[in-house]
């Protein structure tokens, strides 16, 4: 395919930590591109690596259907070619006007020819079809349905999928239930946060690379929210005073659980795996696997600062923290 | 504040394994008092250290209240005072009558002069103003209300959180369902379990201090349940052929999850959280994240012994085991 | 006791993965005999050891009885026997007619006299009676009732636990629920697998040996489906296009956590513990601690192959994965 036109293409595809809302009655037929290409991104101050992306960024962009949506997918693998995606003007995807905005990873184009693939959890299919590797160059389109409900990751699965994830091939699908959740009516505020682990090393020149022993010994270089170890302090998710905040929480890994909590709240509905049918109340943390989700719920108590936060206090000493700025009723 | 009264006050807070039964009826308003202060203790056979401290032990005192209770809390900062805890006639709560009775930790007051805060998992607040931190000599005091069932963590919150929590300040506050948990008439014995990992190394002279590698590579030196290796062991939990003892269990971390298991039993019934919305029945394991806790419930079948267990067996091998005792019906 | 017959007797017993039918209306009371004993056996392509054993394979054998079922058990510890359970017409079992046919492990008998013991989570008991280690040459024998439904992991429960299981000796027992799940008419296949570490390194000669130091590091060599690093891709399990697919999944650790995943679907079912009340939906991952068990169900939903995998994926490099292989409509 000679395709070079907007990586990103799709109505509904965000930069995190957003969500757009699904403006349509009953179901819909979704077109939806993610090239996989090589950036140069910073994920920690003075922290900058090639990274290995969907759309430019890690994670890649928010994808948001409803339970009962068909979606056609098509991806290139332009591994092997400079992609731009901070020009403004790019059309396609909210998510390459976010960038084009606020461009916080400073990505800059970059080349590693490899090897990729896509695997959407939210999509049930034999993976040696529709998942299959293609090389730099190629694309790969295929038709998945999203038959059920939740927060789904999807990632590159191409081996080593450690090494493909860790050098940040994943990204979230959100299926919105057909028949809602029971509180959609009150809340005020829907965020997508992601956690997940960068396993580095000082490379050669100034670059950060892989550390392998790292990744398998389950010793991440840094442990983080939207795949920047600020990013959710230095741009808080905001609220107000009373006002119902949802987060579609995604634990990405790709090795390590996550205790999430919210430092001053309590969730007072969770529902694993983002079902609605898995619902829990009154929980202080949540614990989750790699590739494990939760979409939770908290009403902000009062004006101030709240932080999100593995628990896990070793990974949160890693960045695994992020704000909420709450503002007044 | 020139307070140097009894280090902790409040009709319901106790010493850990004991929960004081609530003996009233609608809400009450607690005042509680809970100083933290640093002590030097036994936490295993020949292992004594300074701990940072919430009332002198290490997890703190448990407190107890029931859903809709208000409690106005107080916390001095006595880290630069030597504060003796051990002595017999120490009024402000069954908690300092306990452990003048029962000093396992073998408690001396100790000087580490250091800000510290305090962070109760059971409220709802903005932690930029009740979860402040405070310097030595210094008192704060704020309300919060007990708005959700469970049973939480309390914790120090001042960075390192690693290293204070890991230092000794976390404990377990208790939310009693206002309508109770279905089961309420027939539990016989109720306890408080809490799992915590210690990070030390041998230091100068005699005295163990904290290893700063093994916590940021979560490579505990003990793993331990209510803070001593050998504890539930020296002084098991005791009940009798055919009760139902009802466990509240929270695994304070830092760092690690709890794959917690009773060696001989099944749980009948599991709240996760705490909470009686999060039921699970039929469980032979429940798995906890860091600051995550479930109240448990199992049916003695035998007089013998019963062995409390993270069974995550590594972290066993490092303490995380205790005993319950069952004598005849 | 002189018994050298067949190390293991039971009508419902079988090699993993399969899971015999009970075809009896009401309860049963089973005779069930499990032996102990030492065998060289391959866990994955070029690494052999000397497992301790329960019935000769790592994990050992599938016992499947129904909730109310009354089970009288016998175990000989014959670690100081040479025991032979290839050859064929052993009778007594499915199991020994499985493994006479399939020897994937390529097992040989062998000798290390060490004392070892029964825990059987799915019965409730005073451990230092039924649950008690016996010398080489003794034999156990006590009755458990199969109280609660659900997929429980059997083990050796003498010090070190961590060393006795990571070196062989566990299993699983499958109780079905008296009143069924409520999709039993609807499974098409029924399976059972379980994820286990091995902590080896090099011995003197050919032979792995245990690495201490990886075991209390939670550093395994390999973590395995079903005891062996290829035999699920070697041997799949199989199903066909728009198949439910029933897997009794259990995380027998002894250490690590499990995020059991399927690549290609989704759990359209899962009972935690495999206990019918709790129930969740539309799961991508199951997060499991050690000794915890989920029992999942998925349809297939097209021809072709599909992956189990922990998504740790640090652990799927280890060795946690295989394969279904799902055939036309
Ligand atoms: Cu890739
Ligand atoms: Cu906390
Ligand atoms: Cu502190
Ligand atoms: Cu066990
Ligand atoms: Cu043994
Ligand atoms: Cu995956
Ligand atoms: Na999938
Ligand atoms: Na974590
Ligand atoms: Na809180
Ligand atoms: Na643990
Ligand atoms: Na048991
Ligand atoms: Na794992
Ligand atoms: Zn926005
Ligand atoms: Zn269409
Ligand atoms: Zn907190
Ligand atoms: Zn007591
Ligand atoms: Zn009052
Ligand atoms: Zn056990
Ligand atoms: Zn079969
Ligand atoms: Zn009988
Ligand atoms: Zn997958």
């Given amino acids: 395919e000679d395709y070079d036109g907007p990586p990103v293409v799709g109505e509904y595809v965000t930069m995190l930590p957003h969500l757009k809302p699904l403006d349509y009655e009953g179901n819909k037929h979704h077109e939806i591109r993610l090239d996989t290409f090589t950036q140069e991104i910073e994920v920690a101050d003075g922290v900058r690596f090639r990274a290995w992306t969907f759309g430019g960024m890690v994670p890649g962009p928010v994808i948001h259907v409803k339970e009962g949506d068909k979606i056609t997918f098509t991806m290139k693998n332009r591994s092997d070619e400079m992609v731009t995606i ?16 606020n461009d916080y990873m400073g990505a800059e184009p970059s080349i590693m020819p490899m090897p990729h693939s896509m695997d959407f959890h939210s999509g049930t299919v034999a993976k040696d079809d529709k998942w299959r590797t293609i090389a730099p160059g190629e694309t790969i389109s295929f038709d998945w349905y999203a038959n059920y ?12 999928v450690l090494m493909h994830t860790a050098m940040g091939q994943h990204g979230v699908v959100v299926v919105s239930p057909k028949d809602g959740y029971e509180t ?29 022993e790292g990744a398998q010994t389950k010793q991440p270089s840094h442990v983080v929210f939207n795949g920047h170890q600020t990013i959710l302090h230095d741009q808080p998710l905001t609220a107000n005073e009373g006002e119902r905040v949802r987060i579609h929480f995604s634990n990405n890994g790709p090795s390590l659980t996550s205790s999430f909590h919210v430092i001053g709240a309590i969730f007072d509905r969770v529902w694993l795996e983002g079902h609605p049918y898995n619902e829990m109340r009154g929980m202080q943390t949540v614990l989750l696997g790699a590739s494990g989700s939760a979409t939770v719920e908290f009403i902000v108590p009062e004006e101030g600062k ?24």
Same sequence: chains 1, 2, 3.
């Fill in 306 to 329: 709240y932080t999100l936060i593995d628990h896990e206090f070793a990974d949160a000493e890693k960045g695994a923290t992020g704000t909420l700025k709450a503002g007044p009723r």
């Fill in 86 to 101: 901070t020009k403004p003007g790019l059309e396609g995807s909210d998510y390459l006007k976010q960038i084009s905005e």
């Fill in 149 to 160: 409900a939740g927060t789904y990751i999807y990632h590159c699965g191409t081996p080593s």
């Fill in 184 to 212: 959609d009516d009150r809340v005020d505020e829907e965020y997508v946060v992601v956690q997940s682990e960068y396993y580095l090393k000082k490379g050669a020149g100034d670059l950060y690379q892989y550390d392998f």
